[in-house]
């Protein structure tokens, strides 16, 4: 398999783990804080900018510009993310209590 596909299916994934994470801690705070967010968004941006160095260390080598390690999946990633974020945070949250 081309290696970019590896590292576009990689990434995928790892906005899978994104999203169960940061559903976790949103849970774990106030729903509608601005707060609650942007640490969801900083867990998603870690984990995208943490799994940088080890696929770049990987695969160096097998692509032609070294450049598209970094910016290869980035937008199915977010994407990604954001849905099962939403998906993993209704979830987890379940549905409100009625009076």
């Known amino acids: 398999m081309n290696p ?3 590292i576009y299916w990689i990434r995928v994934a790892l906005s899978i783990c994104a999203a169960a994470a940061s559903a976790v801690v949103a849970t774990l705070f106030d729903a ?3 707060n609650t967010f ?3 968004v900083t ?3 870690a984990i995208y900018l943490i799994s940088y160095y080890p696929l770049k260390a990987k695969y160096i080598n ?3 510009k ?3 390690i970094m910016t ?3 937008f199915m990633y977010f994407i ?3 849905v099962f974020f939403i998906l993993f945070y209704s979830i987890l949250e379940g549905l409100p209590p009625t009076a």
């Open 4 to 6: 970019l596909v590896v």
């Open 32 to 34: 509608f804080s601005l």
């Open 38 to 40: 942007l640490n969801g």
């Open 43 to 45: 867990i998603a941006l």
């Open 62 to 64: 097998k692509v032609e």
């Open 66 to 68: 070294p450049s598209k």
């Open 72 to 74: 290869m999946g980035v």
């Open 80 to 82: 990604a993310w954001a």
